[in-house]
């Protein structure tokens, strides 16, 4: 079955950690986008990819970092300097057009930082 | 720039009601796109719809259906006959399309169906 998956579900990180967040699709997608999602908010865009090796600031990338090495992958890290970083994280994919065709979602990790 | 308003911030029904989720969207492009999401209570966003901004007609599928209108900048989302498995948070989004697509959400409207 194809789609997105995100491990692990639930983290917890003590403060002052980096912690990584998996994101795995085999859509076939080229473009991939990282969310955050905080209590009674929407989705906000942390960083996006369109094509492997090449990656973009979203409205809210300080104290993140990603990497695309591989078509298939988008690791999130969640680095010491994240002020807040406990939240609902949400991977997405989409095949890049100039469309504006949807994106999809994995089921996210849900991060605490204790 | 670019937002959406999803005024409701939750909505009660019992079960067998008809519920309307309002979306009121912001934009000065000519072209845009608009979507809906719901998340269950497992969290993952499930695609329901997408609308460009060139395309008005109305679209029901089983029991949604959706009302786009450009002169008031919504593109509202009405459940018939509610069940219980529709509760869930409905979010609105908005995109310029185009390859990034990046999209505008809104804050989500909590619809709770009661038996």
């Known amino acids: 079955d194809g789609g997105i998956t995100q491990s692990p579900k639930y983290l917890f990180r003590k403060e002052g950690q980096n912690v990584t967040l998996s994101c795995e699709q085999n859509l076939n997608h080229d473009a991939m986008y990282w969310y955050r999602q905080d209590p009674g908010q929407g989705l906000r865009l942390i960083y996006y990819s369109q094509i492997v090796n090449d990656f973009q600031k979203g409205d809210i990338a300080e104290g993140y970092s990603v990497s695309r090495e591989k078509k298939e992958s988008f690791p999130l890290t969640v680095t010491s300097a994240q002020k807040n970083p406990t939240a609902f994280y949400l991977c997405?994919?989409?095949?890049?057009?100039?469309?504006?065709?949807?994106?999809?979602f994995g089921p996210g990790t849900r991060l605490t930082v204790l | 720039a670019q937002k959406v308003t999803q005024a409701q911030t939750e909505i009660s029904v019992v079960e067998k009601e008809d519920v309307t989720l309002d979306c009121v969207y912001e934009?000065?492009?000519?072209?845009?796109?608009l979507f809906w999401y719901k998340q269950p209570p497992s969290g993952e966003l499930v695609f329901l719809i997408r609308?460009?901004?060139?395309?008005?007609q109305n679209e029901i599928s089983g029991r949604y259906s959706w009302n786009f209108q450009k002169s008031t900048s919504s593109f509202n989302f009405t459940i018939t006959a509610s069940q219980v498995v529709d509760s869930a948070v409905y979010f609105c989004a908005l995109s310029r399309g185009g390859a990034t697509n990046k999209l505008i959400f809104g804050t989500g409207t909590l619809l709770a169906v009661q038996p």
């Open positions: 934009t000065r492009d000519t072209t845009y796109y």
């Open positions: 997405a994919s989409r095949v890049r057009d100039r469309g504006g065709n949807e994106q999809f």
């Open positions: 609308r460009n901004s060139f395309d008005e």
